[in-house]
C-alpha cells in the first residue's frame, strides 16, 4: 500500500520563526491533505492540495505530485502553532482509505 | 464551525461496561464515515469504515465485535466499545467525506477504569 513519511519528526522553534514541513508519499494520489492536532487532540484541516500551491494566512503547502511530495510553509510562527502536523493521503485507487503520515510534532516557545 | 460533531468529548467508564460515541455530519450527508484510533504520541490508525445501510468495514485485527459500528442515516453514524477494558483507553476519532476534503469530528478520549 501507500506509504506517507514525514519530517522532521519533531521540531522546536523560537516564536516569530519560520518552518518547512515535508510529506513524501509512495504512489500517485488523487487528495492530499494537511492537519493540524492541537493539544487538545482535535484535527483541524488545514489544507486540501492534491497539486500546487494554497495560502491562508501565515500558512501555506506546495504538492508536487510528479515529484511525490507535499511541503507546508509556516511563517511567523505563534505558540497557539503548537501541536502535531499531519499529512494524509487518499489512497482508493490502491483499496486503501486516507492513510495518515506519522506527523511532525511542533513545538513553539514563547 | 465544525461540519462533523463527535459526542462525548470525554468519557469514563468502569471494566466491563459498554460505551457509545456518535459521529455527526451536521452541513453535509455522508454516505460513509470512517472511525479512528489514536494511541499517545502517534498516528491516526483506520479502525473501520461505516457504510449507511449496510455493515461496517474493519480494518485487519480490529475485533468487530468487541468495536460495533452502527451508520443508520446519512448524517449519524455510532461506535460503540462493548465489554471496555483499560486497555481500550484511547483517543478515537471519526471523519466524513464531503466531496474531496475529509473533515474530522472533535475526538473522543475513552477512558476506562
Known amino acids: 500500500g501507500i506509504q506517507v513519511e514525514q519530517s522532521p519528526p519533531d521540531l522546536i522553534l523560537q516564536e516569530g520563526a519560520n518552518s518547512t514541513l515535508r510529506c513524501n508519499f509512495s504512489d500517485s494520489v488523487n487528495n492530499l491533505q494537511w492537519f493540524h492536532q492541537n493539544p487538545w487532540g482535535q484535527l483541524i484541516n488545514l489544507f486540501y492540495i492534491p497539486s500546487g500551491t494554497k495560502q491562508n494566512g501565515r500558512l501555506s503547502a506546495t504538492t508536487v505530485a510528479t515529484e511525490r511530495y507535499s511541503l507546508l510553509y509556516i511563517s511567523s510562527s505563534q505558540t497557539t502553532d503548537s501541536g502535531v502536523y499531519f499529512c494524509?493521503?487518499?489512497?482508493?485507487?490502491?483499496?486503501?482509505?486516507?492513510?495518515f503520515g506519522p506527523g511532525t510534532r511542533l513545538s513553539v516557545l514563547p | 464551525g465544525a461540519v462533523v460533531s463527535q459526542h462525548p468529548s470525554w468519557v469514563i467508564c468502569k471494566s466491563g461496561t459498554s460505551v457509545k460515541i456518535e459521529c455527526r455530519s451536521l452541513d453535509f450527508q455522508a454516505t460513509t464515515m470512517f472511525w479512528y484510533r489514536q494511541f499517545p504520541k502517534q498516528s491516526l490508525m483506520l479502525m473501520a469504515t461505516s457504510n449507511e445501510g449496510s455493515k461496517a468495514t474493519y480494518e485487519q485485527g480490529v475485533e468487530k465485535d468487541k468495536f460495533l459500528i452502527n451508520h443508520a442515516s446519512l448524517t449519524l453514524s455510532t461506535l460503540t466499545v462493548t465489554s471496555a477494558h483499560p486497555e481500550d483507553s484511547s483517543f478515537y476519532i471519526c471523519s466524513a467525506r464531503d466531496l474531496n476534503t475529509i473533515y474530522f469530528g472533535e475526538g473522543s478520549w475513552l477512558t476506562v477504569v
Open positions: 494524509a493521503v487518499d489512497g482508493s485507487n490502491y483499496g486503501q482509505n486516507f492513510v
